[in-house]
């Protein structure tokens, strides 16, 4: 019922740059919050960075003064704008959603399948 299209990814040298987007589509009544996640190899799935209904943001200690999210809410469109960018940020990132489909308060959480980025030293 809801997709989410996950774009931007590549290989990327060390202080480079890359933009992430995530563009939802479905019958969604009002979005709770959008996040970022990433897991790279060995690791388990982390947080990155989140933003609530509200417009408030928190990062992860280790992206904080590099990357920015925010979103696009007419476009129901959800972006990771990364700077500086080190070999340790080599991960498959993924986006989610936590939504409300109607007018009811159940909340649903929706995935992105992932888009990888590398960054090569």
């Known amino acids: 019922q809801v997709q989410l299209v996950e774009s931007g990814g590549g290989l990327v040298q060390a202080g480079g740059s890359l933009r992430l987007s995530c563009a939802a589509s479905?019958?969604?009544?009002?979005?709770?919050?959008m996040d970022w996640y990433r897991q790279a190899p060995g690791k388990q799935r982390e947080l990155v960075a989140g933003?609530?209904?509200?417009?408030?943001?928190n990062y992860a200690d280790s992206v904080k003064g590099r990357f920015t999210i925010s979103r696009d809410n007419a476009k129901n469109t959800l972006y990771l704008e990364m700077n500086s960018l080190k070999p340790e940020d080599t991960a498959v990132y993924y986006c989610?959603?936590?939504?409300?489909?109607?007018?009811?308060?159940?909340?649903?959480?929706?995935w992105g399948q992932g888009t990888r980025v590398t960054v090569s030293s």
């Open positions: 989610h959603l936590r939504v409300r489909l109607d007018v009811s308060l159940r909340l649903y959480d929706y």
């Open positions: 479905g019958s969604i009544f009002s979005i709770n919050a």
């Open positions: 933003i609530n209904s509200g417009g408030s943001t």
